[in-house]
């Protein structure tokens, strides 16, 4: 009778410890494109590019900056999960002449902004703006949603920092990064996604590709780690091995 229980605590501990283990969630990864992207052009407040198969950030040759908008969709989130890393990668595929890399900062953005379905041109240059594209001085074009601030409305302190590669992926990475898809995991109506900006007082122009480009590989991506909560009926399993446990231990103290 003795082994009998003995073996019996053994098992409902094992089986405790097996749905304990199972509590804890396992990390899951997610690979997301962006839900809306776009470049806006400091030279004219008229000019987007929210369909173009290309993005650009950086200070172009004449001297102008351009700064590229992304957001993702994190519906696909389980409500109150607790995001464990996020990276930001683009791939780059053209640069200004003879630059080797440059910095480029990740900020995130204040304010709620749009794409339209303006294309602008390969070689850096916008098209004219249309309903609903956002702009260096608007929001969304054709309304009275201006931004605060030319440029974009966005946080001072960047969330994410790196050296743009001459061609192939970049990457933005680290806690600051990963603290931005949390808060927008927690309050969805705060996703306004981030603005890449680059270092405007030298050339430092680099080309992207966009969310719209035919290759799937080199589109904008956010890959971000979650743990989801467990399900409630995790827990009531949990709390019935525990009591099990606790009976089977019980009654071999009273056996002994």
């Excluded at 804890?24 to 407040?45: G, K, R």
């Excluded at 070689?123 to 201006?146: E, I, V």
């Amino acid at each position: 009778m003795r082994m009998h229980v003995a073996k019996t605590a053994v098992a409902v501990a094992v089986l405790a410890a097996t749905i304990a283990g199972s509590a804890h969630a396992a990390v899951v990864t997610l690979e997301l494109t962006p839900s809306a992207d776009t470049t806006i052009f400091e030279e004219s407040a008229s000019s987007a590019s929210g369909a173009g198969a290309f993005s650009f950030v950086g200070n172009t040759a004449g001297g102008v900056a351009r700064r590229s908008l992304l957001r993702f969709d994190l519906s696909s989130v389980a409500p109150d999960s607790t995001v464990v890393s996020a990276t930001l990668s683009i791939y780059v595929n053209r640069v200004s002449s003879g630059l080797e890399s440059s910095a480029a900062s990740a900020h995130r953005l204040l304010a709620d902004w749009g794409e339209g379905a303006s294309d602008g041109s390969a070689g850096g240059a916008g098209a004219d703006a249309l309903a609903g594209d956002a702009t260096w001085s608007h929001r969304f074009w054709d309304t009275d949603a201006l931004w605060a601030s030319a440029g974009g409305d966005f946080a001072a302190a960047p969330s994410a920092v790196t050296n743009l590669a001459p061609t192939g992926a970049s990457f933005w990475t680290g806690t600051g990064l990963a603290a931005d898809v949390q808060a927008w995991v927690d309050a969805p109506a705060s996703n306004f996604g981030w603005i890449l900006i680059g270092n405007e007082d030298v050339r430092s122009a680099h080309r992207f590709y966009a969310s719209e480009s035919t290759a799937t590989s080199v589109r904008p991506m956010l890959r971000i780690e979650v743990a989801p909560i467990p399900e409630p009926s995790t827990y009531a399993m949990l709390g019935i091995g525990t009591v099990l446990v606790g009976l089977a231990v019980g009654r071999r103290r009273r056996i002994s």
